[in-house]
């Protein structure tokens, strides 16, 4: 295996071009594991920022930032702390970054939900200029080239995310999460939706390990219930 060590996204990203089967690492903890085993890993940490700050009604978070930190920062809107803290386990949550988690935009992502409800916006790197992408658009037409060097969130943007696991280590079955009106959905192996309320209905499920298609959607159908006064829990 080689590890390089590119000082810039421009720099970086023309290796990850010229070697098909690399893969860029951050915090590793995804292409480091097995069955993710790369020849060429390109490691973006010296140039990619972990800081967390504001900017306006914006709160930036540099790519590099990790889980742990994401958690802990109190100028993070909660729904983001509360996702970042879905990890359950506190060395990943030291290694792991929201910039690697973004990136892989996984249905039984620890982020994923939440940056689609809360409108996270991604900048990044496309191998010409730096672009400011909502990440809704970056979910579903990004290409493994492009570089995340940072996300931001409006500040004001609060709601609530869930996800549920047969055990707190496990891969989630399904998460949720909400932000004003609008909801994201995730389920385990590949199904990903944003919308209103209901659009769960039209999510494509499928039984896995962590549960079956019936199972997730009884999930999805009672993850936001409302109380008789129409309050939501
Ligand atoms: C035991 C175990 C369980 C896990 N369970 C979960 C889980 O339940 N949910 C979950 O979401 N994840 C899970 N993961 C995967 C992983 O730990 C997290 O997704 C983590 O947040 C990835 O961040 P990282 O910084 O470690 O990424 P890395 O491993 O460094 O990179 C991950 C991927 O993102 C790409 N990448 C990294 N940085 C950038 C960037 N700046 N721009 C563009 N692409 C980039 C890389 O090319 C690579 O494909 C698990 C991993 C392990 C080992």
Request: with cysteine; glycine share 8%; aromatic share 6%.
């Amino acid at each position: 295996m080689r590890i390089h060590r590119p000082l810039t996204p421009e720099e970086a990203y023309g290796i990850r071009k010229e070697c098909r089967a690399s893969s860029y690492l951050l915090g590793g903890t995804y292409v480091l594991s097995i069955g993710h085993e790369r020849e060429d890993l390109i490691d973006l940490n010296g140039f990619i920022t972990s800081g967390i700050s504001e900017e306006g009604d914006s709160i930036i978070i540099g790519a590099g930032a990790k889980l742990e930190d994401v958690s802990a920062s109190s100028a993070v809107p909660p729904i983001i702390r509360k996702a970042a803290a879905g990890c359950p386990s506190l060395q990943q949550r030291n290694m792991a970054t929201i910039g690697g988690n973004a990136a892989l935009c996984l249905a039984d992502g620890y982020m994923t939900a939440a940056l689609l409800a809360a409108d996270a916006h991604v900048l990044l790197y496309d191998g010409d200029s730096t672009v400011n992408m909502p990440y809704r658009v970056y979910a579903e037409k990004h290409s493994p080239e492009w570089i995340i060097l940072s996300l931001s969130i409006a500040g004001s943007k609060d709601g609530s995310v869930k996800r549920i696991s047969r055990a707190s280590h496990m891969h989630a079955a399904v998460t949720a999460a909400v932000c004003g009106d609008s909801y994201a959905y995730t389920a385990s192996p590949s199904s990903i939706m944003y919308g209103n309320r209901d659009c769960y209905k039209d999510m494509d499920l499928e039984s896995d390990l962590t549960g079956s298609a019936e199972y997730k959607r009884y999930l999805l159908s009672v993850i936001f219930k409302e109380d008789r006064d129409g309050n939501q829990s």
